[in-house]
């Protein structure tokens, strides 16, 4: 599907109320944006006809069993063509996709261009850094182009503007025992690190079933990822933007019936160390439905749902939402006799690392999901280079949202209870990356990106310590806008995103407040409560409870059992534009963290980063959101300078 650059957005923001499923991949040239599309005639006909922005239409020549099975001489003639097209954009400070894996072939020519022989290291120093397995080289390929089968059949130019590092972190023969999985993957990060300082993005599509169940608690390996993210480990003490993978389930589980009965089983619960609270975890879903003409059978799954491939989160909902977001990881099909089966029609197609003797293969599951994903959010980091790890992972988890298929399983309007099951298989949905980088005339985002001392000693002797601070902000808010829109619907979505402190130890595993460092909450002010007023209520309520509830009207989506756990906290407000006008301040205080220990010497000088994503969505209501805010902005900087 060919869109049109400027009705883009619109389109994709819409389709999936026509029925149309877009996938994750775009391909983006001067005037169009490329993208495939799954849909009936009917939803498609009716789609392009309401929404517009549709240049042209055409079907899939080919698909990626279609390249798998091709002789190799017929696949070099395909490599040798995507390669006369792609240009590795020239900049002196790209961000990198640091693959924690089993080593990344260079001899491939698509990945060469991208992958430095001086970028592949190993954790232990006597490990080659060649991948003999292939799973490396997957994931490389799918980290650059994503699902080579939309980037193979199209004749337009392709620019790649990130590179690709290699940490090998699996020996070629054996494996890691799970209790020292945690300290490979330190060296890993530490032998990457050691050769120069980059924006990276840590991508680790491996898991262990050597420690489950642990039903969402911290486990040596998640502990260790929690510490990497933080900067708390690690030889570069600095925070890192860390993906990993939900884990697979067992084929051999599924015996027929609906297949999501064995996806929500406690003993299909996420794999270690996908449970890591500072790091992006990373399901599967499928867009993968349609097997090749003549081909017998029926898929598992259907368009938009949970790839069969994925693991779920059945554990409390104390624990943090995971996966945190779901991502292509294929599909499998039933012909006869359980169990199901793996088909290339039914997967990505990426790098084989046996080139020259293949060219192609696929690569599916939640190891594919992960490696489509760190594309994505180091394409989002490349735009804005200067935001920190945590924005980067606040703007990307929240543009995420469920499909159709997946809001199928729940009442139309489902209730906070009814929505556990979206949270525990598929997170906050699918990430939209037109989303996270836009603000639009009548959508917009306001970053705010500071740092606050939690808490600090009480004057009573050997009591525990005491909140200290609160972080208010008045917003530059759309007011004249907003109240000229009046009873129209928008939507607030807020983000609060933090990385933790872990405290790994035995007696914190059953506690979260204890588990980490600090624990951070937002708030916002009901209609024309002024400042003073709003500032009360919360430091009132926080001396009485640890979690400082706040009784507000009703209204959040989500609500608090479910957004304020881990440290991404995500919420949707829904009202009358006119109310929102009148709700401006933003209030971001702690609750309780092992910082707040009466052993933690001098309380006082231990500083949490975080950052505050509010969108606010006028959905198709024609509107000057942003245009106000940046004049408000403007003028703000404009009065700063003249003093």
């Known amino acids: 599907m060919w869109l049109g650059k400027a009705e883009a957005a619109g389109f994709l923001a819409n389709a999936a109320d026509y029925g149309v499923a877009v996938g994750t991949d775009r391909l983006k040239f001067p005037e169009d944006l490329v993208v495939i599309a799954v849909a009936t005639a009917v939803e498609l006909a009716a789609a392009v006809r309401n929404l517009g922005g549709v240049r042209a239409l055409a079907t899939p020549t080919r698909t990626a ?39 990344v072939s260079r001899a491939h020519p698509l990945i060469q261009p991208a992958l430095a022989a001086a970028d592949r290291h190993a954790a232990k120093p006597a490990w080659d850094v060649n991948d003999t397995v292939g799973h490396g080289t997957q994931l490389a390929g799918l980290a650059l182009f994503g699902d080579l089968s939309t980037a193979l059949q199209t004749t337009l130019p392709i620019t790649i503007g990130h590179r690709l590092e290699s940490a090998k972190i699996m020996p070629d023969a054996g494996h890691n025992p799970h209790h020292l999985l945690g300290t490979v993957t330190r060296e890993g990060i530490d032998a990457a690190e050691a050769s120069v300082a980059r924006r990276r993005t840590f991508c680790l599509a491996s898991t262990t079933e050597d420690d489950t169940p642990h039903d969402g608690a911290p486990t040596s390996w998640s502990s260790e990822i929690d ?18 993978s939900a884990g697979n389930s067992d084929q051999n589980a599924f015996t027929g019936g609906n297949y999501l009965a064995v996806s929500d089983h406690p003993d299909n619960e996420l794999e270690s160390p996908a449970q890591a609270w500072n790091a992006i975890t990373v399901g599967a879903y499928t867009q993968k439905v ?17 790839a069969p491939s994925s693991r779920t989160a059945s554990w409390q909902s104390y624990w943090p939402i995971k996966p945190d977001v779901v ?50 959010i180091t394409a989002l980091w490349s735009d804005y280079p200067e935001l920190w790890p945590e924005t980067v992972r606040a703007i990307f988890v929240s543009s995420a949202r469920w499909t159709s298929q997946m809001l199928a ?48 000693k009480s004057a009573t002797k050997n009591a525990e310590h005491i909140h200290n601070e609160l972080k208010l902000f008045e917003l530059p808010w759309p007011v004249q806008e907003l109240r000229r829109l009046g009873a129209a619907e928008v939507k607030l979505r807020i983000s609060l995103s933090t990385f933790m402190l872990p405290n790994p130890s035995e007696p914190a595993r059953g506690n979260k407040y204890r588990y980490a460092s600090h624990n951070l909450r937002f708030k916002l002010n009901r209609p024309n409560e002024k400042a003073g007023a709003f ?33 991404l906290q995500i919420d949707q407000l829904t009202c009358a534009a006119s109310d929102l006008a009148r709700r401006n301040l933003i209030a971001v205080h702690p609750v309780t963290g092992w910082w707040k220990a009466k052993s933690i010497p001098n309380p006082h000088n231990l500083n949490a980063r975080f950052a505050l994503v509010v969108e606010i969505d006028a959905g198709t209501v024609p509107a000057e959101l942003y245009t106000e805010v940046q004049v408000a902005i403007d003028n703000t900087a404009a009065a700063v300078v003249a003093v």
């Open 290 to 306: 349609i097997l090749p003409p003549g081909e017998p059978g029926v898929c598992v799954a259907p368009l938009g749902d949970l």
């Open 227 to 244: 510490q990497l993210a933080s900067g708390a480990s690690g030889l570069q003490k600095r925070q890192r933007l860390i993906l990993v």
């Open 535 to 567: 500032i009360k209520r919360i430091s009132k309520i926080a001396e009485q409870t640890d979690e400082g509830t706040i009784e507000e009207p009703d209204g959040w989506m989500f609500g608090p059992n479910r957004r304020d756990v881990g440290s």
């Open 65 to 103: 069993d279609d390249f798998d099975a091709m002789p190799i001489e017929e696949q070099h003639q395909w490599v040798d063509d995507l390669v006369g097209r792609t240009t590795y954009a020239a900049n002196a400070d790209p961000n990198y996709i640091t693959l924690l894996d089993r080593g």
């Open 327 to 376: 991502y292509e990881g294929g599909n499998w099909f039933m012909h006869g006799a359980p169990p199901p089966m793996k088909h290339p029609a039914l997967a990505p197609l990426t790098t084989d690392h046996q080139y020259p003797q293949r060219a192609f293969t696929t690569c599916s599951e939640t190891s594919a999901a992960t490696a489509l994903a760190s594309r994505d």
């Open 409 to 456: 399983h729940v009442p139309a309007q489902p209730s906070k209870t009814d929505l556990g099951i979206l949270f525990r298989r598929y997170g906050y949905g699918v990430p939209d990356m037109e989303r996270a980088r836009r603000s639009a005339s009548n959508s917009l985002t306001l970053i705010v990106e500071d740092a606050i001392q939690p808490y600090k």
